[in-house]
Every structure is written in C-alpha cells, then in structure tokens.
C-alpha cells in the first residue's frame, strides 16, 4: 500500500490528478483548472511532484499484479525528448501486445539492452524466445544474458528472432506513448522523464486489460494505490 501520509490534500484528489494527467493528451495546466472548477486549489508545480513521487510506486505494484505474459516476446526502442535530447525509451511486449517491461536510458548500448533483458526477466519470468529487430546492441544484450542465465542453471537459450516484421507490435505499441508523450513537451530531467513515462505504460496497462479486474481505468489505477 502506498503511502500518502503528510500529504495536504485526500489520496483521492491526488489520484485522479495524476491518472487525468498520465492516461489523456493534456499538460499540467488542465487538470490543474479542472480541480479548480470543482474548489480544489493545486499548482501545476503540486502536480509535477505528485506525478514524479507516485507513478514508479504505482508501477511496481503494476508489475506485481499484472496478468501473466506469453512465452514469445517482443522488444524495440523509441524516443523521447528530454531537456532538448532524444533519450531512448526500451520497451519490451508479448506477442499479444501486453506490456511486459519498459526503461529510459540516455544510451542506446549493450549494458541497457542487457539492463532491460534482466528487469524484463525478473518481472516475468523466462521467455522462450525473443523477437528484436536488426540492432546489433539488443543482439548483444540477449546473448549476454544467455550467458548469465547459463552461469545460474538455465541450459537452454533464449531464442533470438530477427525479424522487422514480427516486431510490428511493439512499434504499433508505441503510438499510445508518442502520443501521450507530445503534449508534455519537454521533460526538465531524466528521472522525472522517467517517473512520467512509468505512470503513463500504467494507464496503458489498464486500457489493454492486463490486470484481473472490470472497474473503471480510475478505479483499477486506485486500486494499485491501494
């Protein structure tokens, strides 16, 4: 359960500020004159750290409740404008299109692919293959942990696919996120980038029905609040 202790205004308030700002194309300035048409009184400045503070506590509870994912995977990269940089946004989905996992780096290299592949793995368990495109970085990622599943026991390999067309899924996946992403314009920092990002892949867990429940998207983004 996440704490909202010392907080000045009710956990409800705050939760449906930040699912508002997190699951619809808008900027801090419109959920900021919605509370206020309604007598709620909040900076956008309040916003912002409620957002950066509470969405990676969401998303781990996320991770934790989430359906299982399928055995055959899916993994790409995009781009998302931080402070006037392209920072690369890893995201890795099944073959159904269920989010699996996601992180922003500022590098686009071996040790974050790899970085991913470990997240992914200790979120969901391990695959039996994994599709990417022709980056030579994610190559090199799952190889390497092939061979840190090897040195723990596991003596059969991820498949690695290459296939441009196979990977259409997560690329179509990441239309949601350029879109929601386009009107924030640019972040001020990484990690609150990142925050940001983490509460937004909830939402979009949420509308793909990836966890056991048939309430409303609030009520379920609530939920994981506790």
Request: with cysteine.
């Amino acid at each position: 359960m996440i704490s909202f202790k010392g907080s000045q205004f009710p956990q409800s308030v705050i939760l449906f500020a930040v699912y508002f700002y997190l699951r619809y194309s808008v900027s801090y300035r419109d959920p900021e004159e919605i509370l206020a048409e309604r007598g709620v009184i909040v900076d956008h400045t309040a916003l912002n750290r409620w957002v950066t503070e509470f969405s990676p506590l969401i998303a781990l509870e996320a991770q934790k409740r989430k359906r299982p994912a399928s055995g055959s995977w899916r993994m790409d990269e995009t781009y998302i404008k931080e402070k006037g940089n392209w920072t690369y946004l890893y995201r890795a989905v099944d073959k159904f299109g269920k989010t699996l996992d996601f992180m922003l780096s500022e590098r686009r290299n071996e040790p974050t692919a790899t970085l991913l592949f470990s997240k992914a793995l200790s979120n969901n368990g391990i695959p039996e293959k994994i599709v990417i495109d022709k980056s030579g970085a994610n190559t090199a990622g799952i190889r390497g942990t092939n061979k840190i599943l090897k040195r723990f026991g596991c003596q059969v390999p991820i498949t690695t696919i290459r296939s441009k067309y196979l990977n259409n899924i997560v690329e179509q996946d990441h239309r949601f996120i350029k879109r929601r992403t386009r009107p924030m314009l640019r972040f001020k920092s990484l990690p609150s980038a990142s925050a940001t990002q983490e509460g937004i892949e909830v939402t979009h867990m949420i509308g793909k029905r990836q966890f056991k429940s048939e309430a409303s998207g609030f009520k379920q983004f609530a939920d994981l609040a506790g």
